[in-house]
């Protein structure tokens, strides 16, 4: 019989599989006022882990920002310190595309 230590080892192999299928897109767009914000789209969404890496990317940047409708949205241009953040967060660097 499995124990509950097997099962997060399973989900946890779970989830790095899909850090290497997922295929992120960083950009940058001008919003209101002229200003420029990051827009990283293709994270995945499932239980929290969407914000987790918005709180992450926001600390390691120290900028304000926002994770909904399946984006993290930072103020300012950050887009080649985001891919390094998310590298070391364990996203494949092949899969991250920056624009």
Request: aromatic share 4%.
């Given at each position: 019989m499995a124990s509950i230590d097997d099962d997060v080892?399973?989900?946890?192999?779970?989830?790095?599989?899909?850090?290497?299928q997922v295929r992120i897109i960083i950009r940058v767009e001008t919003r209101r006022f002229r200003k420029p914000t990051t827009i990283i789209s293709g994270l995945p969404n499932e239980r929290g882990?969407?914000?987790?890496?918005?709180?992450?990317?926001?600390?390691?940047?120290?900028?304000?920002?926002?994770?909904?409708?399946?984006?993290?949205?930072?103020?300012?241009?950050?887009?080649?310190p985001a891919k390094e953040i998310l590298v070391k967060l364990g996203y494949s660097a092949s899969n991250i595309e920056v624009q």
């Open positions: 080892d399973f989900k946890d192999y779970l989830q790095d599989l899909d850090k290497d882990s969407l914000e987790k890496v918005s709180h992450e990317l926001k600390k390691k940047l120290a900028t304000g920002g926002t994770a909904k409708d399946g984006l993290v949205i930072l103020q300012g241009d950050h887009r080649e």
